[in-house]
């Protein structure tokens, strides 16, 4: 059998197949689609054919096309939604951030070292964090929790100032979530500079305002969404640092392989942080700056940190490993 | 065919199935160009969401307008290509432009999370200016996949919709059996050099057919047409 007697044979297959791809393309469900994957397998079995027999190239590069667009339609998914996202959030990744405990300490070091080390010091001796924060950082903080401020002043005054306040913080810190994740990919370096800066900043602020400022004004804004947010950045930190040692240290597996099933892991911590900055966000803006007693907020401050913490420590505990 | 896959793009893989199909990876100049028709529209994306939400912000008041805005932004500029990726074409519409889209390496559609992770990983790949890392790492793997294509398991390929078949073309020359067996390589050149021969002046066809006169025991012409005798014969497996 030559080239045009094996096209003008199967020809009619294949033009069956090539209609039933571009229904199901068009989302139609075509007639008789169940013969589908056998019209697929088939046309696999003459691009063999083609191949092996060298019909030419038109042929060849016409089936192998086919043969990727039916394999293409095949392996289309429906997606789990919104199911795969809840079992993620509430399954998969309280596993994921307890099965790579020593990644969470680690990066919660990275943070909270600096982070505790500099609010402590500073109002010992201030020099070193106003160094680092510089003036105007320093005049807007005593702009917000200066002396003469109390927890019962309206932080925000304007209309529609809380909805402002939420967007700047989704773009703002979760905009860090996803560097930190990005630049773990050079060795793990860009997340650890991005958690140890944040710390550092953090710490520098907290320290300057038990110096110059008035602590219970900081506290009882800041109380209701440290726990989601603090604990986002660390995990975020280990979504990086997940590439970041996949690159380094492979394993037994070659680097390009540790790299993808990295990723995967990293993935997962870095749509959780997403999630809980997300809510940070919410509680920030719209519970935060509200005037209320402070051990209102310190109590509902208490709550989200015990509820985070439970959460991290317990979910998806009774639910069996995925295999 | 050794000598294609050293100088093609094309890329084997093996689907469960046991066939192999071919795919055929896009370089870097060609996404280069298709990257800067998506940095044009995001621009043009940029400029209108601004110019929508002052006009929105009169109604709202400008907080709400400047947050609306601000979230805007946010999606576009590390959602803009998933969204696109993930949907029907998958791919962007600078790559769909170019003729191109974005496929795991098996050629599979590529999932969300690949291309969220392909993305997100671009602020790396840009790094340390105009996507120099991104250049680099494409340019010394096979399947030129930048870093984030690495960690995502996904290339950028030809959608290969170009519906226009050439006809193979007609020769005419009287079939003749090789005087020597060829192997399979050797016959899959000789068939290749027919049905690229449409592209060549006759004088590049005769140069070519020059360097097979030990097959052929001619030269010229007269070498040319036997040469295409031969492949006729390969052709009609043998069959006057």
New interface residues.
């Given amino acids: 059998m030559n080239s045009a007697e094996f096209e003008q044979e199967n020809q009619p297959r294949w033009q069956r197949l090539e209609e039933m791809i571009e229904g199901v393309e068009k989302g139609r469900a075509p007639e008789n689609v169940e013969e589908l994957p056998t019209l697929f397998r088939q046309t696999c079995h003459d691009l063999s054919i083609a191949q092996h027999r060298i019909f030419g190239m038109g042929l060849v590069e016409r089936l192998n096309n086919l043969a990727i667009r039916g394999f293409r339609t095949l392996e289309r998914r429906a997606g789990g939604g919104w199911e795969s996202l809840f079992r993620m959030i509430l399954v998969k990744f309280p596993k994921m951030v307890r099965a790579e405990w020593r990644l969470f300490w680690f990066c919660s070091f990275i943070f909270w070292g600096p982070f505790l080390a500099f609010a402590i010091w500073t109002p010992h001796d201030p020099e070193w964090a106003m160094s680092l924060l510089g003036p105007e950082t320093m005049v807007s903080l005593e702009t917000m929790y200066g002396e003469h401020t109390s927890p019962q002043d309206f932080i925000r005054e304007e209309y529609g100032s809380d909805f402002m306040m939420f967007c700047h913080y989704i773009n703002n810190n979760v905009g860090i979530d996803l560097r930190t994740f990005a630049g773990g990919l050079l060795g793990g370096v860009g997340a650890l500079l991005i958690l140890l800066f944040n710390g550092l900043q953090l710490g520098a602020s907290t320290g300057y305002i038990h110096h110059a400022c008035n602590p219970s004004t900081f506290y009882s804004f800041t109380s209701g969404h440290s726990a989601p947010e603090l604990i986002g950045i660390v995990i975020s930190g280990m979504a990086g640092m997940r590439l970041g040692l996949a690159l380094l240290i492979p394993g037994l597996h070659d680097r390009k392989t540790a790299l993808v099933l990295g990723g995967r892991k990293a993935m997962t911590l870095i749509t959780g942080a997403v999630t809980m900055t997300f809510l940070a966000a919410c509680i920030e803006g719209f519970w935060s700056a509200h005037p209320m007693e402070p051990w209102i907020k310190y109590t509902f401050g208490g709550v989200v940190w015990l509820i985070t913490i439970s959460y991290l420590a317990l979910c998806g505990r009774r639910v069996a490993d995925e295999t | 065919m050794a000598a294609a896959e050293l100088t093609d793009t094309l890329q084997a893989v093996e689907?469960a199935?046991?066939?192999?199909?071919?795919?055929r990876v896009a370089g870097p100049a060609v996404r280069s160009v298709a990257w800067l028709i998506d940095f044009l529209i995001l621009i043009v994306c940029y400029i209108v969401v601004g110019i929508i939400f002052v006009i929105v912000s009169r109604w709202?008041?400008?907080?709400?307008g400047?947050?609306?805005m601000?979230?805007c932004?946010?999606l576009l500029t590390?959602f803009y290509n998933v969204v696109f990726e993930v949907g029907?074409k998958g791919a962007s519409p600078g790559q769909r432009s170019m003729g191109l889209k974005v496929?795991g390496v098996?050629?599979?559609?590529v999932?969300?999370?690949q291309s969220?992770?392909r993305n997100?990983?671009?602020?790396?790949d840009f790094?340390p200016f105009g996507y120099l890392l991104g250049l680099v790492c494409c340019l010394f793997t096979k399947k030129f996949q930048r870093?984030g294509d690495?960690?995502?398991?996904t290339v950028v390929i030809y959608s290969?919709?170009k519906k226009n078949?050439?006809?193979?073309p007609k020769v005419n020359a009287e079939p003749s059996a090789p005087p020597v067996a060829l192997s399979?390589e050797e016959?899959?050149a000789l068939?290749?050099f027919v049905?690229r021969a449409l592209q060549w002046s006759d004088a590049r066809k005769i140069e070519l057919s020059n360097v097979l006169e030990p097959l052929t025991g001619a030269t010229g012409m007269s070498g040319l047409s036997r040469l295409a005798g031969m492949t006729l014969w390969l052709?009609?497996?043998g069959?006057k």
């Fill in positions: 689907l199935d046991g066939v192999e199909i071919h795919l709202t008041g400008d907080e709400i400047q947050g609306l601000m979230l932004m946010f590390w029907a496929a098996s050629g599979a559609p999932l969300l999370s969220i992770i997100l990983l671009r602020v790396i790094l870093l690495l960690v995502a398991n290969g919709k078949l050439i006809a193979p399979r016959q899959a068939l290749l049905e052709q009609n497996r069959r």
